[in-house]
């Protein structure tokens, strides 16, 4: 059974940084790109960062530069380092994991976390 647990979230003030963990398991972790989506109240879900299986990663163009995704291949845990965050940020952060190329939309994902809630103050 393939589970993906995230945890990491609370509540910052603007300008902090807080680090996101997704523990994957049930599948062959370097086999997998993992992304981190996020979803604002009253917003759809969006993608936020990309890490691929050559050590390649992508972000979205509002988190680039202040967000950071890292693997641990070992651990079979991806991380997302939010840096400089601001109010437009607070959302609930899912993690994910799909073994098709280039994906940056929710239908390509085909396992989720449950989610972990990040707020951030003004």
């Known amino acids: 059974q393939v589970q993906l647990i995230d945890s990491g979230g609370g509540v910052v003030p603007a300008g902090g940084s807080l680090r996101l963990s997704c523990e994957a398991s049930?599948?062959?972790?370097?086999?997998?790109?993992m992304a981190w989506f996020r979803q604002g109240p009253g917003k759809e879900r969006e993608f936020v960062a990309l890490?691929?299986?050559?050590?390649?990663?992508y972000y979205a163009d509002s988190v680039k530069g202040r967000f950071t995704i890292s693997r641990d291949n070992a651990k079979n845990t991806v991380y997302l380092l939010m840096n400089s965050l601001k109010p437009e940020d607070t959302a609930v952060y899912y993690c994910a994991s799909t073994q098709r190329w280039g994906a940056f939309a929710t239908y390509m994902y085909d396992y989720w976390g449950q989610g972990t809630q990040v707020t951030v103050s003004s």
């Open positions: 890490s691929g299986s050559e050590g390649r990663t």
């Open positions: 049930g599948l062959s972790f370097t086999r997998y790109a």
